[in-house]
């Protein structure tokens, strides 16, 4: 077997998706990657070893014979570095969120359709197992036609994960409901069917930007002050000099198969976790947990008051890897659609969408909470994405002599 070659360009909080893309003898191997930090050079020269060149720049790093590349820098550069990979011609997988704007997703999408080159976004829960669980269960009619979603996401880790960097600057994040939120906005959908049309949302910013206590933590990464201590959240220490997104945020979503679904984000509870709620004309599905001793629970019985056992228990398979499993399922499917195309579980039309609609809510929590509307995507360009980008031969009518 022949490795493919893959290059990495930004060696930070997402690096850890390297050591599923290097498996030297297996299928595909980090050849090269590319951090203008000097610290990420060394992790990454450190952590891969013999055989891996660190650039600090990304022609240099395009120089080398690349059958893939994966873009891991921070949010706000993910359109700049994508669409120089995409017009280089090689096979790109883009970290969630693929963009920080609307028109930059667009941009991405137009570039990977115009260009011909295989365009893979890292929506890794798609792979998680408690996801796929709850996901065959809606397909398989468990609980009828689906008619509502609801997501509440509980983020314990918030003040250290997102307000002492730049996750906590809109300039560079445009707001968690965006940066946090695409993730389960997308897995709304996923179970939906269906895409945002219309959003209206409330949020604020409660608690975090009362801290007075800030510290430019850019000499430092989430880890290097990450501790279960920081405790209760208003005695959060040195949070970021720029605090302006909001640590909660409610939004109710209309999707465009009239499926209604809201989405709950806070970054301040005691525990960390998702919990979705799926209900269809014949029942519901809740999931417990979102990791791997997740479990999801199936009602589908009348009982006119609330019914604590559930009709059914859907045990979730083990999975071994970051992300409940996610992970290396994911660098798996990514590494086989670099190369040899075909469907995949992730989907470059549904992120776009995640990000629209993390745009459209927060856009409607700055301007007073009113409905704000989803803005639709060429049809030529969806339809491109929506057949495994492959481009479909034009057929040319026959002329009459």
Known sequence: ??????????????????????????????????DTDERGRADAAEKIGDGVRVTAGIDELLATDLDAVMV???????????????????????????????????????TAYRTGTRLYIGHNMRHMPVIRAMRDAVLAGRIGEVKAVWCRHFVSTGGDFYFKDWHADRTKSTGLLLQKGAHDIDVIHWLAGGYTTTVSAVGALSVYGDITDRRDNSDRRMWDWYDKENWPPTAQREVAPQVDVEDISMANLVLDNGVLASYQQCHFTPDYWRNYTVIGTEGRLENFGDDESATVKLWNKRSDSYQGEADEIIEVPPAEGGHGGADPLLIAEFVRFALRGGPT??????????????????????????????PPLPPEIEAYFHGDQVRKPVEVEPTVS
């Open 345 to 374: 579980m992730t989907s470059p039309v549904a992120a776009r969408q995640s990000v629209a609609a993390g745009v459209a809510g927060t856009r409607s929590i700055r301007s007073g909470g009113g409905t704000v509307p989803v």
């Open 72 to 110: 891991l820098t921070p949010d706000h550069l993910h359109a700049e570095h994508a669409v120089r990979t995409l017009e280089a011609g090689v096979p790109t997988f883009l970290e969630k969120p693929m963009a920080i704007t609307v028109e930059s997703a667009d941009l991405i999408l137009e």
């Open 1 to 34: 077997m022949v490795d493919a070659r893959i290059g990495i360009i930004g060696f930070g909080l997402r690096s850890s998706l390297w050591r599923y893309a290097h498996n030297p003898g297996n299928g595909s191997r980090v050849v090269a990657v590319c």
